[in-house]
């Protein structure tokens, strides 16, 4: 609790509060020679005044901040920023607006100049300060490639290469990023990422949208809310209309995390220094982390080979004896160190509030990755052995599925089934119901075409015999297309589940499709042959007796009901109806033995045909599928094709599996932090 109190008071008077309100503290105070400095010798605050007070605070310094910047370091080395956003400070700028001279005084090496687009890839800038003595050191990692750096002369041309290398030769850019270490008693502990500078207008060899690349690509970085945006602006131009500052303001309005540093004072006409003292001071575009204002070399200064070093001190000098700019160095708003201090205090404090959220982001990521590597399943193992077992289970469990969807048991084939069924049932009903309509028109027409010697009252069999094969036959091709449509059904639901079942097998799912096809096809043939023989019998238009008298009764009785409703009485008639010897009578006759025969044959082709089909297309199709497949397990020369992992499920496996390595890793180091 206590550390915690410290640290806060400590993050709160890192941002400058102190400036608006005061914060508690204890001030220790004495005469000299009270060897006050032995009371914080814990600390160990130097004593004399021939001991540099910075050097000890610097070391202080170093082990507060250093963590916090090494773990973001360190998760980003872990490329984590794949899967989620890590505390940073991005620099954008203006093209010419002195943002690389920036970088170049807080890192003391010389990046990549030019006229045009010089810096192509994001530049990730890791400072790492060294104790006083140790030697210079560098680093420069990109894509699979990592360099040291011998010579701080040699950082402009690796960063030439490695762009040239990731956004190829000439002026395009590229997503990817760079990433430059470097270690010196010069610099401070400071990580920043160095983002293009924006472009208006496309030069020779630019594509004519490289603005818009540009834009997307810092948009990128500073959209996030986790990011810092460190907009560099000249004091020589109209702040207000600057492309960074309004891409920032887009996606910050409110001002919370964005930093201005303000470059070339020394080229500010003459009259307008108070203008830029107002800007400095939050007067003119309030900014809740402020601005800072910095001279830094220029070309010319470049050109003379003034060194880092004595940059520096002219630009102390440069602020300290300015007439208007003399009071923002009194305050602390100008020169390169002030600048490198105020980063990295703003850096780690934005690093301490950003970590707990960076803890529930990983921690759901991890658990999204996990799940979705169940879904993916382990991959194909490589012993033959442990392979004939997993195809084993694969087919079994398929077949014995495919068993289970043709028996009913799984709802997705038998209600489809059941509904293609019921169609062909409709259909039967729908013919009866129609039959009413023509049959006495066609019963006359038959009569007087086919009525021999008979008397009249006779029924013609013949005129029977003809009308009621003319309404099978129509039956018939109706019936054929149900089972195509039946066959369609299953064959779309067995090649589904060889799907869900050999997900990412794709030699394993060609396999079984090929003969899901080649069985479908033939029990179509043999149900479709079986089907119309099943019509050729039923043409004989014979039945059982005592079939056709229930039917025929059953007929006579529905006829008498109908009949009696109709004339709203309810006496008992004679069973047969045929009295009078008119033509009437006997078309009546005709009419009763047509329908009670064709709905015999209805009732019979109702359950006949379903059946018929049901053994063919599901029973037979699944037990020879089933067959096969097993017997596939015996062809042993074909278990490694067929066992061959999809290339594009194996790619997004090795980069779940990568992820959650990575995320692992960020766990245990901010776990240990």
């Known amino acids: 609790m206590r550390r915690r109190c410290v640290d806060l008071i400590d993050s709160l008077r890192s941002l400058g509060v102190e400036k608006d309100l005061a914060l508690p503290a204890i001030a220790v105070i004495g005469d000299q020679s009270s060897r006050k400095s032995l009371m914080l010798e814990g600390v160990a605050l130097p004593r004399g ?8 605070l610097n070391q202080q310094y170093e082990e507060k901040v250093r963590p916090c910047i090494d773990l973001i370091d360190s998760l980003r080395s872990l490329r984590v920023e794949k899967d989620l956003s890590l505390p940073a400070i991005a620099v954008i700028g203006d093209q010419s607006s002195g943002k690389s001279s920036v970088l170049e005084a807080l890192s003391g090496v010389a990046l990549p100049r030019g006229s045009g687009i010089v810096t192509r890839c994001p530049l990730e800038l890791k400072m790492k300060r060294r104790r006083e003595g140790e030697e210079w050191y560098g680093k420069i990692s990109y894509q ?50 160095d983002l293009p500078s924006i472009a208006r207008v496309a030069v020779k060899g630019q594509p ?60 500010v006409d003459k009259g307008t220094e108070e203008a830029v003292v107002d800007i400095v001071h939050n007067k003119v575009i309030h900014l809740k982390k402020g601005y800072m204002i910095v001279r830094c070399r220029g070309q010319k200064d470049i050109t003379d080979k003034v060194s880092l070093t004595e940059a520096i001190e002219r630009e102390k000098a440069f ?20 600048l490198a201090e105020k980063l990295t205090l703003t850096l780690v404090h934005h690093i301490k509030t950003s970590l707990p959220r960076l803890e529930e982001q990983i921690e759901e990521k991890l658990e999204q990755t996990q799940a979705e590597l169940e879904r993916y399943g382990p991959g194909p193992p490589s012993d033959d052995t442990e392979r004939r077992v997993l195809l084993i289970c694969k087919v079994t469990a398929f077949t014995q599925d495919a068993i289970s969807l043709t028996t009913g048991e799984e709802l997705k084939c038998g209600d489809q089934v059941r509904r293609e069924f019921g169609k062909w049932n409709a259909h039967l009903d729908h013919s009866e119901k129609n039959l009413n309509k023509r049959i006495e028109r066609e019963v006359e027409e038959y009569e007087e075409k086919y009525r021999g010697r008979e008397l009249l009252g006779f029924i013609n069999y013949k005129t029977f015999e003809v009308m009621i094969k003319e309404r099978i036959k129509h039956l018939e091709e109706p019936a054929v297309l149900r089972l195509k449509d039946i066959q369609d059904v299953v064959r779309k ?28 096809k033939q029990k179509e043939s043999t149900a479709e042959a079986m089907l119309r023989t099943q019509f050729k019998m039923e043409l004989f238009a014979s039945s059982q007796d005592w079939t056709y008298s229930s039917s025929l009764s059953e007929r006579k009785r529905e ?20 009295y009078s010897m008119d033509n009437h009578a006997t078309l009546q006759e005709l009419m009763l033995h047509f329908k009670s025969y064709y709905k015999f044959v209805s009732q019979h082709l109702a359950h006949q045909i379903p059946l018929l089909i049901r053994y063919h297309i599901l029973q037979e199709s699944a037990i020879q599928l089933q067959s096969e497949m097993l017997q596939m397990l015996q062809e042993k020369l074909k278990l490694e094709l067929i066992l061959s992992e999809d290339c594009d499920l194996r790619r997004k496996r090795v980069a779940l599996q990568s992820r959650l390595k990575r995320l692992m890793m960020a766990r245990r180091y901010l776990v240990e932090f």
Request: hydrophobic fraction near 40%; include cysteine; glycine fraction near 4%.
């Open 49 to 56: 005044s021939d001991r540099k007070v910075m050097n000890t």
């Open 144 to 193: 699979d490639c990592e360099k040291e750096i011998e010579d701080p002369a040699d950082v402009d041309k690796k960063i030439r290469e490695a762009q040239d290398e990731m956004a190829g030769v000439g002026v395009g850019i590229s997503d990817d990023l760079i990433s430059l270490e470097i270690a010196s008693p010069d610099v401070p502990d400071l990580t920043l990422i």
């Open 208 to 267: 004519e949208n490289i603005g818009d690349q540009i834009k997307r690509l810092i948009q990128k970085f500073i959209k996030r809310q986790e990011t810092i945006s460190l907009v560099v602006v000249p004091c020589n131009v109209d702040i207000a209309t600057t492309e960074a500052l309004k891409m920032a303001q887009e996606v910050d309005p409110d001002g919370e995390r964005t930093l201005v540093i303000l470059t070339k004072p020394d080229l």
């Open 319 to 338: 602020f300290s004896d300015h007439l208007h700019f003399q009071t923002l160095y009194d305050e602390g708003h100008a020169t390169v160190p002030k």
């Open 493 to 520: 639901v067995f090649i589904q589940l060889a799907h869900s079942s050999f997900i990412g097998f794709p030699k394993l799912i060609k396999t079984a499709e090929a003969k899901i096809e080649a069985i479908m």
């Open 559 to 578: 006829e008498e009901e109908k009949e009696d409703k109709c004339k709203g009485t309810n006496f008992h008639k004679e069973s047969s109806i045929v």
